[in-house]
């Protein structure tokens, strides 16, 4: 062996030295804790499985998207908690990101009480720490809501009452058929844009896309229902009387309360965030941008959709990722008022009724962590596709 | 594969439950009791307690806490380290406590918790006794016109705590009924309460004596009531960490002390003149005859301190159940030779 070779003054070895050291030093500690967990836990009579996971849960969860009741498994349980979340989540992030690029945009209104709402809006919400929102929402505002016999009557379609908002069932026939033909319909448009691209690059043609794909979205579904045999009828919610002086709705389906609390809450919060995101995206584009493109002949909403918004986009797409995995995580709130997410169902009650802590909680936790990557990934994937193509 | 991949999930989550307790549990067996040889030397006893159960654990606007449980923390701590006062409650949340326990976190856990098979054999605990026999039931408006849970309908929305035996006792119930119902489970009694009260839902069940006190906290207390039927057996009782036998003996005959001092008529107030009591069972209880408290590595006076500091069952039912107006009548938590079902192993 030549001990020259292993010379502290070679740069590459000097480089590993650090790096082999915070390994060796990580995979001590990682070792000192599971050894000093498997240690106690066998003191404690504490076994270590995930067997559990297939046993019946033997408790009901109020809010489901997937068929559940108690005799399913505490997996299953686990798929409702995760879905419950993901739909909170979606649903928050497509309202906050709506009422953010409004609010953003009025901020930057030269209408002084437009603008000056925008910006009370933001400091305000900003600023209050979202349980506390959540707990307004759910419990202040919520109070405000009628009890289902004076219910907030919508054409008789429709009642938001204290226990919920109950809305019409949708009863298919032949749904599948249905969802062939939405996705025909987006494969249609998608190759009418590239169409109209070539045409405008090409021949200078502008075709009117927006009107024609609008048209084919409504043609195609509407031909499933004429000629295929799809049909949807709606069960109307009843009103029903449950004791002398409680009721409740029937038929229809029901939105919670605590989903609606969670979402107003979730998205009021993450608006703010997302509203001064986008207002630094539209000032960071130069004013030069708009004047040049406007003497070389734009309309106005040209202007914006082909010179401003996408400079703007690569400046309001990373950190408005960073708002999104925040209103996700934030979603775990969601227990305090009994919605029944994936902490409340599964980090929460499932835990209590097998004490495996251990292993509820990283289940919980590589949950929250793959859901959190697969939004990067996601807004990275768009980001990247707004980014400047350098040549 | 399975075992290397549980171990990775181990390895990395480890720290989160059990990096707190890097001494782990006593021996079975010996007669030392690390548990404790710790509470010795800290010099209060950890022991974890509701968040605010009136009756049970509760603490007043200066942070005194009291109640039946608080009882039992505080008879462990006279028994142990000669004061009653001595003790650190931690507020669990229902979900939590068990881990809280089990990490040594806490040492007792006095949370008007039900002794059930799977949480006694399966999840590193031991009951020691039950220092309170509840059931679960229902409370209802008073103007609904529901007496009876026969009353009950398809669609019924019912508000409970999670990670509760009343989560799963309640859906047994509504099964065994054939009736359709939401169930509404918060974390915290205080939102139940709260969404209870705001009409989010049609009737609120956990204990009996849970619902007795949580009805004090609603706008309009005199405007709900109880509903009579019982739909099960729930033994509510202090639980000790598995392992540490010692030191479940001395929280188990902490509480058996005060049953049994009541039994025999010994109270906070008489108990030092006793002493030369002509009844050798209450000799024992007053330390004046045997050497009970060796057993555990006590002074043979622990049990006087119990009883002259914390006083006896019927002592601490009276004051802080009957009298606060949460169960004025004692049901089946009254003695064995009185009609009721407490009845403890002799202390001899």
């Known amino acids: 062996m030549n001990l020259k070779k292993i010379n502290i003054e070679n740069k590459k070895i000097r480089d590993l030295i650090p790096q082999v050291l915070t390994v060796l030093t990580l995979i001590s500690v990682i070792f000192y804790f599971?050894?000093?967990?498997?240690?106690?836990?066998?003191?404690r009579g504490i076994s270590f499985g995930f067997g559990f996971l297939?046993?019946?849960?033997?408790?009901?969860?109020?809010?489901?998207?997937?068929?559940?009741?108690?005799?399913?498994?505490?997996?299953?349980?686990?798929?409702?908690?995760?879905l419950n979340t993901i739909l909170v989540s979606v649903i928050g992030i497509f309202l906050a990101t709506i009422l953010g690029v409004i609010v953003g945009v009025a901020r930057l209104s030269d209408n002084y009480l437009i603008a000056k709402t925008a910006e009370w809006y933001v400091e305000i919400f900003r600023n209050i720490p979202l349980i506390l929102q959540i707990f307004f929402w759910y419990f202040a505002a919520l109070r405000a809501l009628p009890s289902p016999e004076n219910a907030i009557n919508f054409y008789d379609i429709s009642y938001l009452t204290i226990k919920g908002w109950y809305i019409p069932k949708f009863v298919w026939i032949n749904f599948d058929i249905f969802c062939y033909s939405l996705i025909l319909a987006f494969v249609s448009i998608y190759f009418l844009y590239r169409y109209a691209k070539k045409q405008r690059e090409e021949f200078g043609k502008i075709l009117?896309?927006?009107?024609?794909?609008l048209g084919i979205l409504i043609l195609i579904p509407l031909f499933s229902f004429l000629l295929l045999g799809v049909s949807l009828t709606f069960n109307y919610p009843e009103l029903k009387q449950l004791s002398e002086t409680s009721y409740t709705y029937e038929n229809g389906v029901s939105i919670i309360p605590e989903l609606m609390a969670l979402a107003l809450a979730l998205s009021m919060y993450t608006a703010?965030?997302?509203?001064?995101?986008?207002?630094?995206?539209?000032?960071?584009?130069?004013?030069?941008?708009?004047?040049?493109?406007a003497s070389i002949g734009l309309t106005k909403g040209q202007i914006l959709k082909l010179v401003v918004m996408p400079q703007a986009l690569r400046i309001i797409i990373p950190p408005t990722t960073n708002q999104y995995l925040n209103l996700t995580k934030n979603s775990s709130l969601?227990?305090?008022?009994?919605?029944?997410?994936?902490?409340?169902?599964?980090?929460?009650?499932?835990?209590m009724q097998t004490g495996?802590?251990?292993?509820?909680?990283?289940?919980?936790?590589?949950?929250?962590?793959?859901?959190?990557?697969?939004?990067?990934?996601?807004m990275n994937w768009y980001n990247k596709k707004m980014a400047i193509k350098e040549k | 594969m399975m075992k290397s991949?549980?171990?990775?999930?181990?390895?990395?989550?480890?720290?989160?439950?059990?990096?707190a307790c890097g001494q782990g549990g006593g021996g079975a067996g010996s007669k030392k009791s690390k548990t404790l040889d710790n509470t010795k030397k800290a010099g209060f006893v950890k022991c974890g307690v509701s968040q605010g159960l009136p009756g049970f654990s509760n603490a007043d606007a200066s942070g005194n806490w009291s109640g039946i449980d608080v009882d039992v923390c505080r008879a462990v701590a006279a028994a142990v380290l000669g004061d009653a006062d001595k003790v650190k409650y931690t507020p669990l949340s229902a979900a939590e406590r068990f881990t809280a326990l089990t990490s040594g976190e806490i040492d007792v856990l006095a949370r008007n918790t039900t002794w059930t098979l799977s949480r006694d054999a399966d999840i590193g605990l031991t009951f020691v006794g039950v220092n309170?026999?509840?059931?679960?039931?229902?409370?209802?408006?008073?103007?609904?016109?529901?007496?009876?849970?026969n009353d009950f309908k398809d669609g019924i929305s019912a508000c409970t705590n999670t990670g509760t035996t009343t989560e799963l006792n309640m859906r047994d119930f509504f099964n065994s009924k054939n009736i359709k119902y939401e169930p509404i489970a918060f974390e915290k009694a205080d939102e139940v309460v709260q969404a209870y009260d705001a009409g989010r839902c049609d009737t609120y069940t956990t204990d009996k004596s849970g619902l007795a006190a949580q009805r004090t906290k609603l706008s309009a207390p005199d405007d709900h009531k109880v509903l009579p039927e019982t739909i099960s057996k729930e033994p509510l009782g202090p639980v000790v960490r598995q392992g540490d036998s010692v030191w479940e003996d001395i929280v188990r005959w902490s509480l058996n002390t005060m049953i049994e001092a009541e039994e025999y008529g010994v109270n906070s107030s008489n108990a030092s003149s006793l002493k030369d009591s002509d009844n050798p069972a209450i000799k024992r209880l007053v330390g004046a005859e045997g050497e009970l408290g060796a057993a555990f590595g006590l002074d043979n006076d622990w049990s006087l301190r119990i009883i002259e500091q914390v006083g006896n069952y019927g002592e601490s039912y009276k004051k802080h159940i009957a009298d606060t107006g949460i169960l004025p009548n004692r049901g089946p938590n009254e003695l064995w030779t009185k009609g009721g079902i407490l009845y403890v192993p002799p202390a001899r």
Do not use: H
């Not at chain 1, 009117?208 to 794909?213: K, M, R």
């Not at chain 1, 969601?334 to 835990?351: E, G, N, Q, R, S």
């Not at chain 2, 991949?5 to 990096?19: E, Q, R």
């Open chain 1, 34 to 43: 599971a050894t000093n967990a498997q240690i106690n836990m066998g003191n």
């Open chain 1, 54 to 82: 297939s046993q019946e849960a033997s408790f009901d969860i109020a809010f489901s998207l997937i068929e559940f009741d108690g005799s399913y498994s505490y997996g299953r349980a686990f798929l409702v908690g995760l």
């Open chain 1, 208 to 213: 009117p896309t927006f009107t024609l794909s």
């Open chain 1, 272 to 293: 703010t965030f997302i509203a001064e995101n986008v207002r630094a995206g539209v000032m960071g584009v130069g004013k030069g941008q708009k004047e040049a493109a």
């Open chain 1, 334 to 351: 969601a227990a305090a008022i009994a919605y029944p997410d994936m902490v409340l169902v599964f980090a929460k009650t499932a835990l």
């Open chain 1, 356 to 378: 495996r802590a251990i292993e509820i909680i990283s289940i919980t936790m590589l949950t929250y962590l793959s859901l959190s990557i697969s939004i990067s990934l996601l």
């Open chain 2, 5 to 19: 991949i549980k171990t990775w999930i181990l390895v990395g989550f480890a720290s989160l439950l059990l990096v």
């Open chain 2, 132 to 149: 309170f026999y509840d059931g679960q039931g229902f409370m209802v408006r008073k103007n609904s016109g529901i007496n009876s849970v």
